[in-house]
């Protein structure tokens, strides 16, 4: 497998990165050529990007704002790390990607698909993912594992549960609107079945 883009979705505790750390050294071991990075975030400015984002204290956030801090971060990613990796050849594993900010800031904000659709549109240049695995879990189920598992608690783990679900009711129109891209993996399935699960869809690329 070569030049691939493959992005990892879900809600929040879905276990997609996870998923993606065991794909990354599944396909380590095959001797692919491939890397892994994450959004937002994955290098120094998008990081820096991504601290502001998600720091519990910036609850004045306007959600136009987030929305453009998203789509910034995005685009300093895809230009330093997506984009070239892509052009060596390489397999790039992102965990997360555009459908979060549509799932996200158009849904869960309510700005609307079309609005961020075209913010990330201009910030990426239309580059979409050759295939999307979406972890399919309840907001509820996902929101208890973050709890429960006392990893860091961002800003958007702490948004109210009407919200979370306005995201989750997102990604299952994104869905519906990509669905030759966007691949459904049931997450609530043990950790083995979903990685056979994921393995098997990302080896319909080759």
Known sequence: MKQKFITFEGPEGSGKSTIMKTVLETMQNEGIDVIATREPGGINISEKIRDIILDVKNTEMDERTEALLYAAARRQHIVEVI??????????????????????????????????????????????????????????????????????????????????????????????????RIKVVDGTQSIEAVIKDTLTLINSLR
């Not at 990893?151 to 989750?168: A, G, K, P």
């Open 83 to 180: 984009w070239p990796a892509l052009k060596k050849g390489q397999v790039v594993l992102c965990d997360r990607f555009i459908d979060s900010s549509l799932a996200y800031q158009g849904f869960g904000r309510k700005l609307g698909l079309d609005t961020v659709l075209a913010v990330n549109e201009f910030a990426i240049e239309s580059k979409m993912p050759d295939m999307t695995i979406f972890i399919d879990i309840p907001p509820s189920v996902g929101l208890n594992r973050v709890f429960s598992n006392h990893r860091d608690v961002d800003r958007l783990d702490l948004e109210s549960i009407q919200f979370h679900n306005r995201v989750y009711e997102g990604y299952k129109a994104l869905i519906k609107k990509y669905p030759e």
